[in-house]
T-cell receptor, first 114, second 114 residues
Framework: AQSVSQHNHHVILSEAASLELGCNYS??????LFWYVQYPGQHLQLLLK??????LVKGIKGFEAEFIKSKFSFNLRKPSVQWSDTAEYFC????????????FGTGTRLKVLA | DAGVTQSPTHLIKTRGQHVTLRCSPI?????VSWYQQVLGQGPQFIFQ???????GRGNFPDRFSARQFPNYSSELNVNALLLGDSALYLC?????????????FGSGTQLSVL
């Protein structure tokens, strides 16, 4: 079955700490991969996406993610978090050909302490 | 530019009733998708529409239906409401709905079924 797993449901970090959020997926065939973020009181918005090319993808606000095909993973990283990164982060996948269904993980709530 | 707008923002219904949720996409976007987000879970795909045609449907019962109008706005209808239909219903728009496109989300309609 197609699925996305986010292993960390809640993460608490101090400012300037490094961040890595895990995402693994189960999906047959070529995939597109996404990280969406929801800041408090705001709607979901795209952080970054991968659909081909360099497996290391850079997004907004200093975030990056690496697609490792052999591990079916697309982990999100940031070298130094800020208080403003407090948000909920969702990993999502869809098939690259002919399917329009996005599958989202359950989300990771990140709290950054000032 | 206005983002994706959804109405109403909150709704309370009783079991067995019918509900209609509305969504206006970003100007120029021809694809609209609907997602259900239950508390503590990630968004779950319900439908995608493009140019008034249904392109995809998730694992939801026939009580759920949708349509897209010539101006690309969309309605999600749910009949015979159950307590389990209580959730945040999200609408997302994109230019053409292709799998590698960025989704733009609205703030959602919070449906409570009593």
């Amino acid at each position: 079955a197609q699925s996305v797993s986010q292993h960390n449901h809640h993460v608490i970090l101090s400012e300037a700490a490094s961040l890595e959020l895990g995402c693994n997926y189960s999906y047959g065939g070529t995939v597109n991969l996404f990280w969406y973020v929801q800041y408090p009181g705001q709607h979901l918005q795209l952080l970054l996406k991968y659909f081909s090319g360099d497996p290391l993808v850079k997004g907004i606000k200093g975030f990056e993610a690496e697609f490792i095909k052999s591990k079916f993973s697309f982990n999100l990283r940031k070298p130094s978090v800020q208080w403003s990164d407090t948000a909920e982060y969702f990993c999502a996948v869809n098939g690259a050909s002919g399917t329009y269904k996005y599958i989202f993980g359950t989300g990771t709530r990140l709290k950054v302490l000032a | 530019d206005a983002g994706v707008t959804q109405s109403p923002t909150h709704l309370i219904k009783t079991r067995g009733q019918h509900v209609t949720l509305r969504c206006s996409p970003i100007s120029g976007h021809k694809s609209v998708s609907w997602y259900q987000q239950v508390l503590g879970q990630g968004p779950q795909f319900i439908f995608q529409y493009y140019e008034k045609e249904e392109r995809g449907r998730g694992n939801f019962p026939d009580r759920f239906s949708a349509r897209q109008f010539p101006n690309y706005s969309s309605e999600l209808n749910v009949n015979a409401l159950l307590l389990g239909d209580s959730a945040l219903y999200l609408c997302a728009s994109s230019l053409t709905g292709l799998p590698n496109e960025k989704l733009f989300f609205g703030s959602g309609t919070q449906l409570s079924v009593l």
